[in-house]
């Protein structure tokens, strides 16, 4: 991610490391929602894997990671909120041992959505 610290120089920062679950992962979706009530948003990103296991699965994995951005003079930092990512858990959409399963937080309005609906 890149933040500016002047209008004319920016600042390269990696935000996390989503190691394969089968498959390289895929960022879905990055997105900005306020999930503790202060007076900043937390950035939010969606990534999925693709499953693919002969006779026991197929279809992708969603999982929701959220992070606060804590913000000095300088520089910032990324803080992973592991509680409400949490909320979001790990979910499977395809199927899976002849069950056919939906994730129900697999788009940014999925999870925007519950986060309303949860208070945030």
């Known amino acids: 991610m890149y933040t500016s610290t002047n209008k004319q120089t920016y600042h390269k920062s990696i935000i996390d490391i989503y190691e394969p679950a089968g498959r390289n992962a895929k960022i879905e979706s990055v997105f900005f929602?306020?999930?503790d009530k202060d007076n900043t948003?937390?950035?939010i990103i969606l990534c999925s894997w693709v499953q693919r296991l002969q006779k026991t699965a197929?279809?992708?994995l969603f999982e929701?990671?959220?992070y606060d951005l804590k913000q000095n003079e300088e520089d910032f930092e990324l803080v992973y909120l592991n509680e409400i990512s949490n909320h979001f858990g790990i979910e499977f959409e395809g199927v899976q041992d002849g069950v056919e399963r939906k994730a129900k937080y697999k788009t940014a309005i999925d999870i925007k959505r519950e986060l309303k609906s949860i208070g945030f």
């Open 33 to 35: 929602d306020n999930v």
């Open 41 to 43: 948003r937390e950035l």
């Open 58 to 60: 197929e279809g992708k």
């Open 64 to 66: 929701t990671y959220i």
